[in-house]
């Protein structure tokens, strides 16, 4: 390789891990804290669950207000338990029923497709 593109490589390495901070809290939505209870009709969207990522290590479950202002539920409290309890009979209820239609959709898009040409 050239060293001229090598050294550009190498410069752009240490800028990108410069970059990177060391600290990934301050990416997480929920960093100041979770409401302790809030009355159902104030709930005008959510439970919106945010899964650990690259970003962020923890899972995060917010809602958006009817005062259109997002508020985090603790995870390990009793309202964020079952919110993750539902969450997990939904995937477990969909991909149950999507591993059997799957079959029948792709069949039928596929005739669809080869009917179209």
Do not use: W, Y
Not at 17 to 44: A, T
Not at 71 to 100: D, F, H, Y
Request: with cysteine.
């Amino acid at each position: 390789m050239n060293p001229a593109v090598v050294t550009f490589l190498s410069c752009l390495l240490v800028l990108c891990v410069r970059g990177q901070s060391d600290n990934r809290s301050e990416s997480c939505k929920c960093s100041n804290g979770f409401i302790g209870r809030i009355i159902p009709k104030h709930i005008r969207a959510g439970p919106f669950i945010h899964e650990p990522s690259v970003f962020c290590s923890r899972t995060e479950i917010t809602l958006i207000t009817t005062a259109n202002m997002e508020k985090c539920v603790n995870p390990q409290s009793p309202l964020g338990k079952l919110i993750l309890n539902n969450n997990q009979k939904k995937k477990a209820a969909v991909s149950a029923t999507t591993t059997s239609g799957q079959t029948n959709t792709v069949s039928s898009s596929s005739l669809k497709t080869t009917s179209k040409l």
